[in-house]
């Protein structure tokens, strides 16, 4: 007997559908001869080994598993398979071959204890009883459910990744809903359209199927209601001094430019970076949703937490590989740079990183995706994101004070390339604070003041560009109708290019953060104020 149970397989951070297929021939095994299985589908080695744990859960909650050949088949079977997700849709598939489970829609009708009396009986017992006295049937139908989680060897589930995805996938394919462990309920539900029913061991889930125990989805998420009440871990007013330093921090999150932070050791960098998730608008309700499903994909969403509800900080330590911050594996994951989508990425210590690893950053900063090609498939991660680097001036993290140690800070800025420098918009100097700032009661401007700011200037921008594209993002052309500049401006801008050895790239961007500030100060006009302050911006191409 045939039976098929419906499940999803993951690529990247999207979901498609995969039918697993079990056939069960009892007759090749006799007496007390063991199952023999063959699992087919480009399955990789932890999807081969869960004919084992699935084997043991469906013993161990009490069900006699049938003897024969057994045949699985993960369709397509020409995409790879990867995780242990499959052992849910694998156990339901052999329980429904041997007759255990219908595999057709249960009807309200009254029988005995049947399966209830079973689930009850089961040594993975989920805690859920029956309805009534175990009599009454629950109509479910399991073809209108998509399955997935792994088994533990008493019957226990254990969540899996990529359960947001999945989820969207059934409500794409008009799916009645997912089965899923009860750890991964919450992300599920915040998909609307479809039940998302969450289960904490095998033999519920037989219950289920089989009618005796009521699927209970989970509620609907209001994922507005959410975010309303998110709230930033760092305020800038916590930050003393550094008010140039916010201007400028004020001046990246209202364009989305990318900002370098060059200073001594203990002037509150690292702070500073983690702050400006609070001066960035707040997520919106698809932003957040499109971060849960990044974070799930990788396995990297918090216990408990079914949704990521402020812009994430990823800080990678300097020791990380290319893999690690672009993302990769023998089946592709996300990176850090992806895992920083629509948030920050601090690279603290910059010049510190591997060349080759900074390198590998220069595509995604003008793309804001990032493909990943193996010989089987390729793989696209968004990767929109705000880079915020922070460095030391010397190795040893204090200003040269000498010609000796203005040469070691010669030194230490060669290690970053000018291609690299060109793409990071701000170059802004975080000077030691004065005993004065560090003993003084006063409170400098904090996030909720620079948050008003920014969100004021993002809507010049809305306005004028439209929603989706920030001043960092105008091409050229753009630029020559929206940050369009006079003739004395133009000389004095074209003076600096000159002086300062600004490539063309440089000479944009410039032009995108004189726009952003005179979109700060409400003007219409870019004036060379603006571009002056823009100009300022530009530290390191002084120095690289």
Request: net charge neutral; charged share 20%; proline share 6%.
């Amino acid at each position: 007997m045939i039976a098929r149970v419906q499940s999803f397989l993951l690529q990247g951070i999207e979901a498609h559908p995969c039918e697993v297929e079990v056939d069960l021939n009892e007759a090749v095994g006799t007496g007390s001869e063991q199952a023999r299985a063959v699992v087919v589908g480009l399955p990789d080695a932890a999807v081969k080994e869960s004919f084992e744990r699935m084997r043991a859960a469906i013993e161990n909650s009490g069900y006699a598993f049938p003897m024969g050949r057994v045949v699985i088949n993960l369709a397509p079977a020409d995409v790879r398979k990867e995780g242990p997700l499959y052992d849910l849709p694998i156990a339901i598939g052999v329980l429904m071959s041997a007759g255990v489970l219908s595999g057709t829609s249960t009807r309200r009708a009254y029988s005995g204890a049947g399966a209830a009396g079973r689930a009850r009986s089961g040594a993975g017992g989920s805690g859920v009883d029956a309805a009534g006295d175990g009599d009454e049937k629950f109509e479910f139908d399991p073809r209108q459910y998509l399955f997935a989680g792994e088994l533990a060897l008493d019957g226990r589930l254990r969540p899996v990744r990529g359960v947001i995805a999945m989820a969207t996938l059934a409500a794409a394919k008009g799916a009645k809903g997912v089965v899923v462990p009860h750890e991964n309920v919450s992300e599920a539900a915040l998909v609307p359209g479809i039940e998302a029913i969450g289960v904490r061991t095998l033999t519920e889930v037989v219950g289920i199927i089989a009618g005796d125990i009521e699927a209970r989805p989970a509620p609907a998420v209001d994922v507005a209601a959410m975010l309303a009440t998110a709230a930033a871990s760092v305020d800038f007013g916590d930050v003393r001094g550094q008010e140039a330093v916010k201007r400028a921090i004020v001046v990246a999150a209202a364009g989305g430019h990318n900002v370098l932070m060059l200073g001594p050791a203990g002037t509150g960098k690292t702070m500073m970076a983690r702050a400006l998730p609070g001066v960035l608008p707040p997520l919106t309700v698809d932003e957040a949703i499109e971060i849960t499903r990044i974070y799930s994909a990788a396995g990297q969403l918090p216990e408990g937490q079914g949704l990521v509800t402020a812009r994430p900080v990823r800080s990678p330590h300097h020791t990380a590989s290319s893999a690690a911050i672009v993302g990769g594996g023998a089946v592709p994951k996300p990176g850090e740079i992806s895992l920083a989508h629509r948030g920050v990425l601090f690279l603290d210590e910059l010049p510190e990183f591997p060349r080759i690893v900074l390198e590998t950053l220069r595509q995604p900063l003008e793309d804001h995706v990032v493909t990943i090609a193996r010989s089987h498939s390729a793989v696209r991660f968004p990767a929109s994101f705000m880079l915020v680097c922070a460095m030391n001036p010397t190795p040893k993290g204090d200003m040269p004070t000498s010609e000796v140690s203005r040469g070691a800070m010669e030194r230490y800025l060669s290690r970053l390339s000018g291609p690299l420098i060109d793409r990071i918009d701000i170059h802004i100097e975080a000077p030691a604070v004065s005993w004065k700032h560090l003993s003084g009661e006063a409170r400098g401007t904090s996030s909720a003041q620079m948050r008003e700011q920014a969100l004021r200037a993002r809507e010049r921008q809305i306005a004028r560009q439209g929603a989706g594209t920030t001043n960092a993002r105008l091409s050229g052309r753009q630029l020559d109708s929206m940050a369009a500049i006079d003739e004395p401006t133009r000389v004095m801008l074209g003076r600096a290019m000159t002086e300062l050895g600004l490539s063309a790239r440089a000479y944009d961007k410039v032009r995108r953060v004189a726009r952003t500030i005179a979109d700060l100060a409400g003007s219409e006009a870019v004036s060379a104020a603006h571009v002056t302050e823009a100009i300022s911006y530009r530290l390191l191409d002084r120095k690289v």
